[in-house]
């Protein structure tokens, strides 16, 4: 059942070349998946990227005319399968998922996708859940896409440069042979904002000509002796391609300022919150126009060794902004300069804590932090002292939380599986108490109250597997 309804916005799905596009996050990432020629689109519900399975399904006229197919895939597994069509055929295809959880269930999909290799461009969409708000364990899913090889994007999060991932993202899967991840958090998800449009493409190859003309290639199958050359290829052909695109279509940004001493590298996905920092610090204004140099990562993985050296070189000491743990950037930047000899001295976790999510609060402490140890003249004399009033202590911040009520996540008003946990409830009142094995998902609510159900929890389907022992 769809969350929302986007029948009135998708209209604007049908917007041609020069013509300006005002909408929502999953509404422009829709429309940059037309504009580039997918031939077919599937995914699985789940927060944060549901509206972009809700869009997609109300757009069904317009993916219909563009000869576009969509499924509702049952699970993320089943999504991240049905890129099989990219394999062997120039198809353009995307799926999308809530993550990390939804990348674990499609692991072996995505794993077995990125060692044969695909031709046609393949776009894994997916909503990182994590920090205020998240609804699961705290992980990243950056580790998957290390693990596998795959290319993660984390664009800026504005309009145009999420809809030149998507554009992008495709040219980078096919210059490289591989999968490419497009990560997207809950608020870039919803950000509204505009750009220009381009024309829709229908797809040059369809699935109906796949299946017209069936290929098939025994070296893209995952088994010896192919799956070794698999290897040798991602080192050897994919990754080299993937850098040098990424290089010269300048995937990644810099932005000067005349702060040249220091330096911040920061994810995509940060860099709003990077800026409002130092704007709150007095080092940029409301236009992004920052005094301390900045290299956007719009792609996380993998990390360019030459922009990341040229960038550090000059400078005496650099923060990374990486939100969450393990700190797969800082390690991959300490090992970059370190084999090149360059020694800018490096601030990330510890200026920044490890775990959690970089609120504002926290990424001002932590950009502060930096510059009071490595550019203190950069700081106003109100900003060095240390007895800077906190924003957390204000009387007004304070009573929010007598005045906003709680809102602790439960069941959809007139959702069907609540019927389910009221009849476990009465049960229960029969035969006593039992220990629930439960499942992930919107099941998990059954151990809030009212129903006060469910022991533990294991993951997609696995609850029954789990009681079994």
């Known amino acids: 059942m769809a969350e929302r309804s986007f029948a009135k916005e998708v209209r604007d799905l049908e917007l041609g070349a020069g013509q300006e596009f005002h909408g929502e996050g999953i509404l422009a990432i829709t429309k940059a998946l037309l504009q580039s020629g997918v031939g077919y689109v599937g995914g699985y519900q789940g927060a944060p990227i549901s509206h972009l399975m809700d869009v997609l399904n109300d757009a069904q006229d317009t993916l219909g005319k563009l000869g576009v197919?969509?499924?509702?895939?049952?699970?993320?597994?089943?999504?991240?399968?049905?890129?099989?069509?990219?394999?062997?055929?120039?198809?353009?295809?995307?799926?999308?998922?809530?993550?990390?959880?939804?990348?674990?269930?499609?692991?072996?999909?995505?794993?077995?996708?990125?060692?044969?290799?695909?031709?046609g461009g393949a776009l894994i969409i997916i909503g990182e859940d994590y920090g205020e708000g998240s609804s699961?364990?705290?992980?990243?899913?950056?580790?998957?896409?290390?693990?596998?090889?795959?290319?993660?994007?984390?664009?800026?999060?504005?309009?145009?440069?999420?809809?030149?991932?998507?554009?992008?993202?495709?040219?980078?899967?096919?210059?490289?042979?591989?999968?490419?991840?497009?990560?997207?958090?809950?608020?870039?998800?919803h950000v509204h904002g505009s750009f220009i449009a381009k024309d829709n493409k229908p797809p040059p190859f369809t699935l109906r000509q796949a299946l017209e003309s069936p290929k098939r290639d025994t070296g893209r199958i995952v088994l010896p002796p192919a799956s070794y050359l698999h290897e040798k290829e991602k080192i050897e052909q994919r990754w080299p391609a993937a850098v040098n695109f990424i290089k010269s279509r300048k995937l990644n940004e810099f932005f000067d300022g005349d702060l040249t001493d220091v330096g911040i590298v920061t994810q995509g996905g940060m860099y709003n919150g990077v800026i409002r920092a130092l704007e709150r610090l007095g080092l940029a204004d409301v236009w992004g126009q920052s005094r301390v140099p900045i290299y956007v990562m719009n792609v996380t993985y993998p990390v360019i060794d030459d922009e990341v050296a040229d960038f550090c070189a000059s400078k005496k000491a650099v923060l990374i902004v990486?939100?969450?743990?393990?700190?797969?950037?800082?390690?991959?930047?300490?090992?970059?300069?370190?084999?090149?000899?360059?020694?800018?001295?490096?601030?990330g976790k510890g200026a920044l804590p490890m775990a959690g999510e970089y609120t504002a609060d926290v990424m001002l402490k932590g950009v502060r932090g930096f510059l009071a140890s490595a550019a203190p003249d950069a700081l106003s004399d109100q900003v060095r002292a240390p007895n800077a009033p906190n924003i957390n202590d204000d009387s007004r911040v304070q009573a929010l939380a007598s005045t906003v009520p709680p809102r602790p996540p439960g069941f959809c008003t007139g959702c069907p599986e609540r019927p389910i946990f009221a009849a476990m409830k009465l049960v229960e009142q029969e035969t006593g108490s039992h220990h629930i094995a439960s499942d992930i998902g919107c099941h998990l609510f059954s151990c809030l109250p009212p129903f006060n159900l469910g022991a533990t929890t294991m993951g997609y389907g696995l609850g029954p597997a789990s009681a079994a022992a």
């Not at 049952?74 to 399968?81: F, G």
């Not at 800082?330 to 001295?345: F, G, S, Y």
Request: aromatic residues 6%; hydrophobic residues 45%.
């Open 322 to 347: 990486e939100e969450g743990q393990p700190e797969h950037i800082e390690q991959a930047i300490a090992t970059i300069l370190r084999r090149r000899d360059i020694n800018t001295k490096i601030y």
């Open 69 to 119: 197919q969509f499924s509702n895939s049952a699970s993320e597994a089943a999504a991240a399968a049905s890129l099989a069509a990219s394999v062997m055929y120039p198809i353009r295809g995307a799926v999308t998922f809530k993550a990390p959880v939804g990348v674990n269930v499609a692991s072996d999909a995505l794993a077995n996708l990125t060692s044969g290799g695909v031709t």
């Open 136 to 189: 699961i364990m705290q992980e990243r899913s950056h580790s998957f896409a290390m693990k596998s090889q795959m290319w993660l994007l984390d664009p800026r999060p504005n309009l145009e440069s999420i809809v030149r991932a998507v554009e992008e993202g495709f040219e980078l899967s096919e210059v490289s042979n591989t999968p490419v991840m497009l990560e997207v958090r809950i608020r870039a998800c």
